[in-house]
């Protein structure tokens, strides 16, 4: 199982470009579900979802959608970037519907945005 | 508001010492607690805790939950310069699908 994986690695932005980050797992996961990371801050979670077609927002939605189309895909779009958006993204996934218990992270994406 | 406290945020010790990170929080409805450890990448699970009192351990690793006091700590022993890693804790809210997380303890082992 290659587990969750993230694409890109690293992305350079300039204010008001859009672009999504791609997050995909293999688990069979029902629950998954996007953070970012600044320093000082720990992670802060954007939105998750608990399945197929149904999503939610989390603490710090603002600037970013979700859709989840596949069990195994939740892609996050950046609508118009900003550079308070600059930060690490993880995305995470866990077995339970609920989205209690363990959640399995993936490399992250470090995003600049100028 | 749901909120998770760490301290220390910053820690630096030698190599052989005994450190302990603390977890605070307040949630709306405590369901458990996580500790995980992040070194360059994704963090990875290192406890779950549930009950007031019992102790987890792994290795050189343990950590307690006291739900009366709203916190939890981590204990490392003999500590390595792998150790060296930011520390999370969150909470999972029951009812609200998520986890809160704290600000991290980043912890460094001088050799």
């Known amino acids: 199982n290659a587990g969750v994986t993230q694409t890109p690695k690293f992305q350079v932005l300039k204010t008001g470009q859009s672009m999504t980050l791609q997050c995909a797992q293999d688990m069979n996961h029902e629950y998954m579900s996007w953070y970012r990371q600044d320093p000082g801050m720990g992670l802060r979670l954007i939105h998750y979802s608990v399945g197929a077609g149904i999503t939610d927002q989390g603490e710090v939605p603002n600037g970013y959608n979700v859709s989840r189309s596949t069990t195994e895909d939740f892609p996050l779009r950046l609508l118009s970037a900003a550079p308070s958006q600059t930060s690490v993204y993880f995305c995470?996934?866990?077995?339970?519907?609920?989205?209690?218990?363990?959640?399995?992270f993936g490399p992250g994406t470090r995003l600049t945005v100028l | 508001e749901d909120k998770v406290v760490q301290s220390p945020l910053s820690l630096v010790v030698h190599e052989g010492d005994t450190v302990t990170l603390n977890c605070s929080y307040e949630?709306?409805?405590?369901?458990?607690l996580l500790w995980y450890k992040q070194e360059k990448k994704a963090p990875t699970f290192l406890f779950m805790l549930t009950s007031s009192g019992i102790e987890k351990k792994s290795g050189r690793l343990s950590s307690i939950l006291d739900k009366k006091e709203l916190s939890s700590i981590l204990n490392i022993t003999a500590t390595q310069t792998g150790d060296s890693a930011i520390y999370l804790c969150?909470?999972?809210?029951?009812?609200?699908?998520?986890?809160?997380f704290g600000q991290g303890t980043r912890l460094t082992i001088n050799p």
């Open positions: 949630v709306t409805n405590f369901r458990s």
């Open positions: 995470a996934s866990s077995y339970s519907p609920t989205g209690y218990n363990e959640q399995f």
């Open positions: 969150a909470v999972e809210v029951q009812g609200a699908q998520k986890l809160v």
